[in-house]
């Protein structure tokens, strides 16, 4: 490597010319930073239009979500099933279209207009589905997806410089020696390593986010952790952005350093993951982290929400939750109530934090529902 000036030797040091002032350098450029933001949801909306003749019925599957993915950083999703999850992830990854809102990518409008402008959005979102043996192709070994990945988004590499890809990205989700995976089916491989097979395809891309939409709910609970260690790892080694979907709350906590609640379509709670698990502002959010099973307090996390998740079809007036929360009010019942802060960078959507006179008095979850 070659000496800066400042590290001249002693010789050079002493002369006149060394110790005339320099203009000061010019400063280096930098890169991106982490936690600067990558991809931003804006006002985002899905409603999918019911089968029928006449039918002018639709489902309200996401209404007005708003958040930012940054770099270097981990969000988590979390709601239970039919909350709208996986369908924010399928319109970040432009898999279908958005009723209304916007993408934005860096801060310029996302929307892929094209198969080109598609295929350059999708060299840098890339998503990683929830059941890898449905999102492997059963009939090509692991070779052959690989290798068409990385044509796709890295040129008609071959001979060698294919092989050393290849190698390089099984070696990168941990699949050593990549001698032993290369050449095999998917049907040969456990869950574990079909589901590091679907993030080494994604990372062919050298993608900036990456959309995980629960990526060990289908893996057995003994290597669920591994998973979640090798995105935490490719996190920080290459300061990727990720979004991790999930319904459990707990590992949210461990691995996202944001987390997001949601409830039919809707964001109801938001904040750094360990206020968010560790003190719960929103009643449904205060259900999630105390439906996890406690031995010690099994008589309390027997009360669970009243009634079943609302119709989508025709959701409640007001905010959403409103039929289940045994605080609710007529408040609640008529306005929808926008994300109100309730602490240091954390929101929530209720109207028990609002100043309004008329607004619901909240206490224990556990307690109400005794």
Not at 32 to 49: E, I
Not at 207 to 217: F, H, K, N, Q, T
Not at 244 to 263: E, G, K, L, P, Q
Not at 342 to 353: I, K, L, N, P, T
Request: hydrophobic share 40%; aromatic share 4%; proline share 8%.
């Amino acid at each position: 490597m070659s000496s800066s000036p400042s590290e001249a030797s002693p010789s050079e040091a002493s002369t006149p010319e060394a110790s005339t002032p320099e203009a000061p350098a010019p400063a280096a450029a930098t890169g991106p930073a982490d936690g600067d933001v990558v991809l931003q949801a804006v006002d985002l909306q899905k409603h999918f239009k019911l089968r029928g003749l006449n039918s002018r019925d639709v489902v309200h599957a996401v209404d007005g979500v708003n958040f930012e993915l940054r770099r270097g950083r981990v969000l988590a999703l979390v709601g239970e099933s039919g909350s709208g999850k996986s369908t924010i992830a399928r319109l970040l990854a432009q898999l279908m279209p958005a009723t209304g809102g916007r993408i934005l990518l860096h801060g310029s409008d996302a929307a892929a207009k094209g198969r080109r402008a598609f295929r350059r959005y999708v060299g840098r979102v890339q998503m990683i589905f929830q059941d890898p043996f449905g999102s492997l192709n059963p009939v090509h070994t692991v070779r052959y997806m690989l290798t068409r990945s990385i044509r796709i988004h890295r040129g008609r590499l071959r001979g060698t410089d294919l092989e050393d890809a290849l190698v390089e990205l099984l070696e990168r989700v941990q699949l050593k020696p990549a001698e032993r995976y290369i050449d095999k089916f998917p049907h040969e491989l456990s869950g574990g390593q079909r589901q590091r097979v679907a993030i080494a395809r994604a990372l062919a891309a050298d993608p900036e986010v990456l959309l995980a939409d629960e990526p060990i709910s289908m893996l057995d609970v003994s290597i669920r952790l591994g998973i979640l260690n090798l995105l935490q790892d490719l996190r920080d080694r290459l300061h990727i952005a990720i979004l991790y979907i999930t319904h459990d709350i707990a590992s949210a906590r461990y691995f996202a350093d944001r987390t997001m609640v949601m409830y039919a379509g809707r964001i109801v709670e938001s904040g750094d993951s360990e206020s968010v698990t560790q003190d719960p502002k929103h009643p449904y959010t205060q259900l999630l982290v105390r439906s996890a099973p406690d031995p010690d307090d099994l008589e309390a996390r027997a009360h669970g929400a009243r009634g079943e998740a609302p119709s989508l079809v025709k959701p409640p007036s007001g905010c959403r939750f409103n039929p289940r929360c045994p605080f609710a009010t007529e408040l609640c019942r008529t306005e929808a109530p926008p994300l109100l802060p309730v602490g240091d960078g954390r929101e929530a959507a209720c109207w028990g934090y609002s100043e309004r006179p008329d607004r619901p008095t909240l206490s224990d979850i556990t307690e109400a529902l005794a």
